[in-house]
């Protein structure tokens, strides 16, 4: 999810045909299917993990297995959205590229925890998510350093808020802050979802091992959603991105 569209300030001038290009392409329809769409791909990872909780419903499996599907299609396309969208930057474009890859692998991943495919193929589910968080952490901790080292390089101790104290030496405005709010908890959820399955292909998921592989995909589930709502607040309570 990219959250550099807000200013050309504190990324560098070099970078400012990019935003005025980003400022034209993002239209209110835009910024509703791309916020909507992670919204939906953290809401429904959350709902389809909380289902693993109920192992006797009938179908429970297969429900999840659905809404995982459907919500790693969200973040797909949020990630679709931005490589059409942001074109002018050759390192911004594959670091998207990079949270596509992540995304794609996802719904390959979603689609393998189906019961009826996960019966002939018990590999594609979990390596379909531990490849995908893989990609999906690094992109994000990328975009990460992105905004954390313009904000260093446009000009230090401009900004409204202090990043951590005054140690770095600079200070992160509003923008910067609500956009590693986007970034970071991604990156968190990523990792969270990559510890938990390593765990899950490790060794049998079963009992309390089960219920805290669960518990890691629930806390990395949150935080997709956080970044979601962070991104939602972005685009229209900041007016970013448009």
Request: aromatic fraction near 16%; hydrophobic fraction near 45%; charge should be positive.
């Amino acid at each position: 999810m990219v959250t550099y569209a807000e200013t050309p300030h504190g990324y560098g001038d070099e970078t400012f045909a990019l935003f005025e290009h980003v400022n034209r392409a993002t239209t209110y329809a835009w910024r509703v299917v791309h916020g909507l769409s992670f919204l939906v791909g953290g809401t429904t990872f959350i709902v389809g993990t909380v289902l693993y909780f109920y192992p006797q419903m009938e179908n429970v499996y297969l429900y999840s297995g659905i809404l995982y599907i459907i919500g790693s299609l969200g973040f797909l396309l949020v990630d679709l959205l931005e490589f059409f969208t942001y074109t002018d930057d050759r390192g911004l474009r594959i670091n998207i590229a990079l949270s596509m890859s992540g995304s794609a692998a996802y719904v390959i991943g979603s689609y393998g925890f189906l019961p009826s495919v996960y019966e002939s193929n018990k590999n594609l589910g979990p390596w379909g998510f531990i490849i995908g968080s893989a990609l999906i952490f690094a992109s994000q901790s990328w975009k990460v350093a992105r905004i954390v080292r313009g904000e260093a390089d446009q000009g230090r101790g401009e900004a409204v808020a202090p990043l951590v104290g005054r140690r770095f030496g600079f200070r992160l405005r509003s923008c910067a802050k609500t956009g590693l709010g986007v970034e970071a908890n991604a990156a968190v959820g990523g990792l969270m979802f990559f510890i938990g399955t390593v765990m899950y292909v490790a060794r049998v998921p079963e009992g309390a091992y089960f219920t805290s592989i669960i518990l890691l995909w629930l806390l990395g589930s949150l935080f997709f959603t956080t970044g979601s709502l962070f991104l939602n607040y972005r685009h229209f309570a900041m007016k970013l991105c448009r």
